[in-house]
């Protein structure tokens, strides 16, 4: 990676500046993943000076800053109490703890990675995105926005509920990235499931989702029929992980346990 000038603003206004003024320009967050998408940038733009690197508590939700870093996400008490842990057990089985070190949640949301572990936890939680200029979001109606303006994302709001939570990760080894991964969420009586490294970015099972929560109760029957409704409106595909047919068993295999785990805790 090529970078012409590295610049560490003093407030938001002469970042976002910046950002929006010279063409290639960039922020950096941790950059544990700045190399795998990006060549040659004319100006980088360090935003660790702007005090985004604080977990703010409050009594609905967990404002995290964008600074924050995955490590520190992971052995927070309060992140480990939401949805059974569901966050801070998928970001356990990123890398290892010197990168989750360095990777921050800002970074981990802004590359729109496929093979995140971390979006698909998010995304079957109650998830926003705060930006200097746009202001709030939704992590999904980010996600499915091809191309943003350029923005600085300041924070990651989490509402707080009584939900429990599934993660799963598969991959050849711990330190390796998934061949697929599945997040699944319970909150008030409703399901979210989320598929990623299909190898496309993690999408949440929308169809899926709605047949699973016309029932008041989830049998081996409907869980069998929630598996063939998420094969068929979730898109699947090879890549040097696997085949496409493998990835599709393994989202069979861990949406049934997934579910199961998720209905026997609540009960």
């Known amino acids: 990676m090529l970078v012409t000038k590295y610049l560490r603003p003093e407030s938001l206004s002469d970042a976002y500046k910046v950002l929006t003024e010279e063409k290639k320009s960039l922020i950096i967050a941790g950059g544990a993943w700045i190399k795998l998408s990006i060549k040659k940038i004319d100006t980088l733009i360090s935003i660790d000076n702007l005090n985004l690197n604080q977990i703010e508590i409050t009594k609905d939700s967990l404002e995290i800053g964008s600074m924050v870093t995955l490590r520190e996400l992971e052995i927070n ?7 059974d842990g569901i966050l801070a057990r998928a970001i356990h089985k990123i890398m290892g703890i010197n990168i989750r070190n360095i990777a921050t949640i ?3 949301i802004m590359g729109k990675f496929p093979f995140s572990d971390i979006i698909p936890a998010l995304l079957v939680m109650d998830t926003k995105l705060i930006f200097y200029k746009q202001g709030e979001i939704t992590l999904e109606e980010y996600l499915e926005t091809p191309k943003m303006e350029k923005d600085i994302l300041l924070k990651v709001i989490i509402k707080k509920e009584k939900g429990v939570g599934f993660f799963k990760k598969v991959a050849k080894t711990p330190l390796d990235f998934s061949i697929i991964n599945i997040a ?3 909150c008030n009586n409703k399901f979210k ?6 190898p496309y970015l993690a999408k949440l099972a929308i169809n899926t989702m ?3 929560n016309k029932h008041s109760k989830i049998s081996e029957e409907i869980i069998n029929s929630a598996i063939k409704i998420m094969i068929q409106e979730i898109k699947f595909n090879k890549n040097v992980r696997s085949s496409k047919e493998y990835k599709e ?5 861990y949406l049934k346990r997934g579910l199961k785990k998720v209905i026997a805790h609540v009960g």
Request: aromatic share 8%.
């Open 106 to 108: 800002g970074g981990s």
């Open 77 to 83: 008490k309060e992140v480990n109490e939401l949805y």
């Open 184 to 186: 699944i969420s319970k």
């Open 210 to 212: 709605e047949y699973l």
């Open 249 to 253: 068993e393994l989202a069979k295999v």
């Open 193 to 198: 499931v989320c598929l990623g490294s299909t």
